[in-house]
């Protein structure tokens, strides 16, 4: 076993491979320290050196659930740079499940935070995952199907589903484009996410990605299929609504009038999001009229000492609103969002002093900055702040009108828009009934 393995990790000097003797038996050891914990010692190394029985260790081979026969060298290397520790005893080579965990207790929610539910988050371990996912869905339909995808990173992933509720036909489609993924390396749920949906070029998201396992329990109740990968910590849950991204844990927590105005107050904000912008380009370069002349007067006021279009105000701000925002996000935590804040005061202010932007300007950005921030799903949200460009276009060459006839063809794209074969804008999801479980297709 030894010469097989050195021969396929030759120039590997992190490798620990050496031959064991304790008087009785020769036993051939290979594994990676820094792949493995401290169950090699207590699992292994003891019994072999120091408590050795022959009866009992072979017992323990045969019986221990951490021991299993590997006597495929073809996989002896994926074997090793997974944490397991290859033995070969008598003739016969085990594999020893010795991995090291990161992570031994549950993320905190960073992306969707809740005042009212669980804190707890997935983490980059899956077997975390899946621990805390079966807390919160106790139930024995709960069906875990494993995968393997990367030919180099060898990325863990579990397709899980409650057999009595998902659609075997769904079943059958998600299967299909399982077989079909080709990856090097898999290493985050966004990847997953476009190699799974058909068509990645999308204005819209067709799969979710959540970090909450509270969010994923809920939704395995409905007959949705969640998708866990090793080494990401979101869940990815489809098919999906538009209505399921614009849905945050804390509107099954409140009371029913709570959640509702919340939810309410959602969509104001992404339609303000994608038109306020484009309206103010109307309104004030093609449309005055639609004001009553005293709030036509007030905005022409405030643009008096603005020297140029509208639109070029508009553009000049969003990008101060764009860059600011990425600015949050790739500078460190410590300095990040008061560096951003302070930046967005400062700029707005000298913008507005400058004659460079109107007031009526400043305020129209901030509150497409706020709208969007009021929407509970990031992808979600980042396809809203695209959109949005394309209604600004579209209102520089046709006005309000423009923006109308856009709107309107934005929701007939949203209709005939599918999320593994679930139509993007129904209104209520499909329910399956108990006891027409989804067989293997």
């Not at 643009?303 to 105000?313: D, K, L, N, Q, W």
Request: overall charge neutral.
């Amino acid at each position: 076993m030894l010469v097989q393995v050195q021969r396929q990790f030759k120039d590997a000097t992190d490798l620990f491979a050496t031959t064991l003797d304790n008087g009785y038996w020769r036993m051939e050891l290979a594994y990676f320290p820094a792949l493995c914990d401290e169950r090699i010692k207590d699992g292994l190394l003891v019994p072999f050196s120091y408590r050795f029985d022959p009866d009992e260790f072979r017992r323990m081979l045969r019986s221990f659930p951490k021991y299993e026969i590997a006597d495929d060298p073809v996989k002896w290397d994926s074997l090793l740079l997974k944490g397991f520790v290859l033995i070969e005893l008598e003739g016969v080579c085990y594999s020893f499940k010795s991995d090291r965990s990161l992570f031994t207790q549950p993320d905190k929610t960073q992306m969707e935070s809740s005042l009212l539910g669980p804190q707890s988050a997935f983490t980059e371990d899956l077997d975390l995952n899946m621990y805390m996912l079966r807390k919160r869905y106790n139930v024995p339909d709960m069906t875990a199907e494993p995968y393997e995808k990367g030919s180099l990173s060898r990325t863990a992933i579990f397709v899980v589903y409650d057999r009595r509720f998902v659609n075997p036909e769904l079943l059958r489609m998600l299967r299909s484009q399982m077989n079909k993924i080709d990856f090097e390396l898999l290493q985050s749920s966004g990847q997953m996410s476009k190699a799974l949906a058909d068509k990645s070029h999308r204005f819209f998201p067709t799969i979710l990605q959540t970090e909450r396992p509270d969010y994923v329990a809920k939704m395995l109740g409905r007959g949705k299929i969640a998708v866990l990968l090793n080494g990401s910590r979101f869940a990815l849950i489809l098919p999906v609504r538009l209505f399921d991204f614009m849905h945050a844990m804390d509107d099954d927590y409140e009371s029913f009038w709570v959640s509702w105005f919340l939810i309410c107050l959602r969509y104001v904000a992404v339609i303000l999001t994608i038109l306020l912008p484009a309206s103010y380009i109307a309104i004030v370069s093609y449309n005055p009229e639609i004001f009553r002349i005293q709030l036509a007067f007030t905005i022409d006021g405030s643009r008096a000492g603005v020297p140029y279009p509208s639109f070029i105000e508009v553009a000049l701000m969003l990008f101060i609103a764009e860059a600011l925002f990425e600015a949050s996000i790739r500078l460190p935590r410590v300095v990040g969002s008061t560096a951003t804040t302070v930046g967005g005061l400062i700029l707005g202010q000298a913008a507005q002093q400058a004659g460079l932007v109107s007031s009526i300007m400043i305020i129209v950005t901030s509150v497409v900055a706020i709208s969007n921030y009021l929407i509970p799903n990031s992808t979600f949200s980042q396809s809203v702040r695209l959109v949005k460009y394309g209604f600004i276009a579209v209102s520089i060459l046709f006005g309000f009108s423009g923006i109308v006839v856009l709107f309107f063809a934005l929701i007939v794209y949203l209709c005939q828009l599918r999320s593994f074969g679930e139509p993007y804008m129904s209104l209520f999801a499909e329910q399956r009934k108990q006891g027409s479980p989804a067989g293997k297709s």
